[in-house]
């Protein structure tokens, strides 16, 4: 039976910086597992009509992984390149197995190693386990009443249906969210007719977004002007967390005034614009970035149901709304996302003394430094619980995550160790911290319900802070934080004996 030193699980940017990162510090023995039959994780999966990031390429990308972006907000289709340019030259393909979804992960204290069970195939082992699996991978389609019985066609975004021909279809999309909002402004031109049911509106602000000219190329290919282009959109992102944490008023009177203006200014009807304008705090939910959506509602061919007129139920040939329209229809698209909170590992794993990760986050997800939990010895969440950012790019966050997971497995490996656990005062303290931050967030006080939300209502997909001070804290290791475990020899029977708590 193989046994690697550390599997990689799922093949998006937390993948594959994980795996470019074990090279650098000259690990080579690992594996990656993919469960699609493809590699790259959220550009190579959503190939919806519109996808595009949120944040400016040259900042949403690995900082070691320059490329020659055509515009400041990548679309769909440039970022799938830009994926397969770094899976390319890292040779990570020859690393990976497609088609491999891990079902299961067991801890055994005896061997010291993790248990990867993969669909149908037979169990592999490592010695340190690097979940990469990604919040917003797995979708969530709410059980609407009736929703099997439409005879259409049905999707989720995450799932575009690249053979289904929309044009000129009756098509419905449920949801209002960052994805349907660059689906809307794509397919509306050319379906017959668009209804939008949206539960809740965002707030909206005008995408500064542009074709770079040749000479702009040929500038951000010299390497410090590149930084400092990034290092510029970095800090400028960053400031906006001022006001999402520490300035209420600054936000409402900067970003909220800007979104009200956008919506006067892209739409005349007093009816729609009602329906558009959120009752919350800007931020609370992700802001929207787009100067195409409302002048899409705007169209003839496109309703726009708010929550008064949503869904009742769905039948076969369509959508029943509360307000008793039945609309037929030829297509169902959800846009209805993902649980990034609760369900932020999809897969069982199971920690040191039988420890069911589902049981230790039955109320919410938490771990220190949103990567490594107690009982889960040499595991590593990659975009864990409260890692997740909406002013900057997630991929910073991922880069910064690699500092600290690169660290204790080194730990381990040159004290010739059996494995790294953190400790349950250190965990406890980082999650208090985390959430007595977080009440003083947009995200908390800013009085909408969203998907950052776990069931218990503590903010679970975001870092209440400053990705800088992220950083920092994944770069400061704290070897007191941590408990190193002594390798017991190979058929020995017997539990790892604590020998150091540093
Ligand atoms: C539509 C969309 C738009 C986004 N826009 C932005 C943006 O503008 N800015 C930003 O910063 N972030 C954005 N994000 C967040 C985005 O998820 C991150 O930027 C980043 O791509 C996360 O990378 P990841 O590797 O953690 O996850 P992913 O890219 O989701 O990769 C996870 C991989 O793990 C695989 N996997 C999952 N479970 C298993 C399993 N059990 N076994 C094997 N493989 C498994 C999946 O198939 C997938 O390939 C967006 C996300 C989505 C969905």
């Keep these: 039976m193989s046994i690697y030193t550390a599997i990689i699980i799922g093949s998006g940017f937390g993948g594959q910086c994980a795996a470019i990162n074990l090279k650098k510090n000259g690990i080579e023995d690992f594996l990656i597992l993919e469960r699609r039959d493809f590699m790259g994780g959220t550009w190579c999966q959503n190939s919806y009509p519109g996808a595009a990031v949120d944040v400016q390429s040259l900042l949403y990308s690995i900082e070691a992984e ?47 190693l993790w248990s990867v069970h993969v669909t149908g195939a037979q169990a592999l082992q490592a010695k340190f386990v690097i979940n990469a699996s990604g919040p917003l991978s797995t979708p ?17 975004t995450n799932n575009w249906d690249q053979s289904y021909a929309h044009a000129g279809k009756r098509v419905a999309i449920i949801g209002s969210g ?54 510029a959109i970095y800090w400028g992102l960053e400031s906006r967390v ?29 009816e729609l614009r009602r329906k558009v304008t959120p009752d919350f705090t800007i931020g609370c939910k992700r802001i929207i970035l787009s100067n195409t959506l409302y002048p899409t509602y705007c169209r003839d061919n496109v309703s726009l149901h708010d929550k008064a007129d949503g869904i009742a139920e769905i039948n076969e040939n369509g ?22 909170t609760d369900g932020v590992i999809s897969y069982p794993v199971v920690g040191k003394d039988n420890t069911k990760l589902a049981e230790v986050w039955s109320e919410y997800p938490r771990a220190y430094l949103g990567t490594t939990v107690p009982k889960f010895p040499n595991l590593f969440i990659v975009t ?30 040159n004290k010739g160790l059996g494995a ?20 003083k967030t947009v995200w908390k006080k800013g ?56």
């Design 319 to 340: 959508i029943k709304t509360l307000s008793g329209e039945q609309i037929d229809l030829d297509c169902i698209v959800y846009s209805t996302g993902y649980d990034a």
């Design 66 to 112: 320059p490329y020659d972006w055509s515009q400041m907000f990548a679309e769909g289709a440039e970022l799938q390149e830009y994926t397969q340019h770094v899976i390319k030259k890292h040779g990570l393909r020859e690393k990976t197995r497609v088609n491999s979804n891990v079902e299961r992960i067991e801890w055994n204290d005896e061997t010291q």
């Design 384 to 413: 864990g619980p409260n890692t997740g950012i909406g002013h900057t790019s997630a991929i910073f966050v991922i880069e910064a995550q690699m500092h600290y997971i690169m660290r204790a497995i080194q730990e381990v490996k």
């Design 178 to 231: 960052a994805s349907a909002a660059q689906v809307i402004p794509a397919i509306a031109p050319d379906v017959k007719h668009l209804h939008v049911f949206q539960r809740s509106p965002h707030w909206v602000l005008p995408r500064p977004d542009r074709v770079f000219k040749p000479w702009e190329r040929k500038a951000l290919s010299i390497n410090p002007i590149r930084k400092l282009a990034r290092s």
């Design 242 to 270: 001022v006001g999402f944490k520490y300035s209420e008023f600054a936000l409402k009177q900067i970003a909220q005034r800007e979104a009200v203006h956008h919506i006067h200014k892209q739409i005349k009807d007093p």
């Design 140 to 156: 969530v389609i709410p059980n609407f009443k009736g929703r099997d019985s439409f005879k259409g066609k049905t999707f989720h």
């Design 447 to 502: 009085g909408c319900s969203s998907w950052y939300k776990s069931k218990s209502g503590h903010v679970v997909a975001m870092f209440p802070g400053f990705s800088y001070t992220y950083l920092r804290m994944a770069k400061a290791f704290k070897p007191n934080d941590h408990q190193l475990i002594a390798a017991v020899a190979k058929k020995q029977k017997r539990k790892a004996a604590v020998v150091e708590t540093v």
């Design 420 to 439: 790294i656990e953190v400790l349950p005062e250190a965990e406890d303290k980082y999650t208090t911290h985390i959430h007595s931050e977080m009440n």
